[in-house]
């Protein structure tokens, strides 16, 4: 769910959460928990197939096999155009060489951030 729609609403079979420490794999009976999001992919696996999503930060709750994520925005990998998404990357690599003290490096390391997890989401 983000703050103006809902991403996804449909039965999954595993999902792996870019958690902030690490990926996060969620299967039938997990435990119940809450854990903070990093910007990267959600990969679900449905019963027939793997669906990558781009996540903007947030948070996941996971309980009686019911998994909530609440994320700044969501993409899949048909609303993102591929050039674009590939020239947003370049883009940020460049911003991160170029940042040259701590506010500059840490909002490129976020763009970049971003537009990693977009170009996966697409590749």
């Given at each position: 769910?983000?703050?103006?729609?809902?991403?996804?609403?449909?039965?999954?079979?595993?999902?792996?959460?870019?958690?902030?420490?690490?990926?996060?794999?969620?299967?039938?009976?997990?435990?119940?928990?809450?854990?903070?999001?990093?910007?990267?992919v959600m990969l679900v696996?449905?019963?027939?197939?793997?669906?990558?999503?781009?996540?903007?930060?947030?948070?996941?709750?996971?309980?009686?096999?019911?998994?909530?994520?609440l994320v700044n925005e969501?993409?899949?990998?048909?609303?993102?155009?591929?050039?674009?998404a590939e020239n947003a990357?370049?883009?940020?690599?460049?911003?991160?060489?170029?940042?040259?003290?701590?506010?500059?490096?840490?909002?490129?390391?976020?763009?970049?951030?971003?537009?990693?997890?977009?170009?996966?989401?697409?590749?």
């Open positions: 769910m983000t703050p103006d729609r809902v991403f996804w609403s449909a039965e999954a079979q595993e999902l792996i959460l870019p958690t902030n420490t690490g990926q996060m794999g969620i299967l039938t009976n997990h435990i119940p928990l809450v854990t903070a999001l990093d910007i990267g696996r449905t019963s027939t197939e793997w669906v990558s999503v781009a996540l903007m930060g947030g948070f996941a709750q996971i309980q009686d096999n019911k998994v909530i994520i969501a993409e899949q990998a048909t609303t993102i155009d591929a050039t674009e990357l370049s883009d940020a690599k460049k911003g991160l060489e170029k940042a040259s003290n701590r506010k500059e490096k840490i909002e490129a390391n976020l763009i970049f951030k971003r537009a990693r997890a977009r170009y996966q989401v697409i590749k």
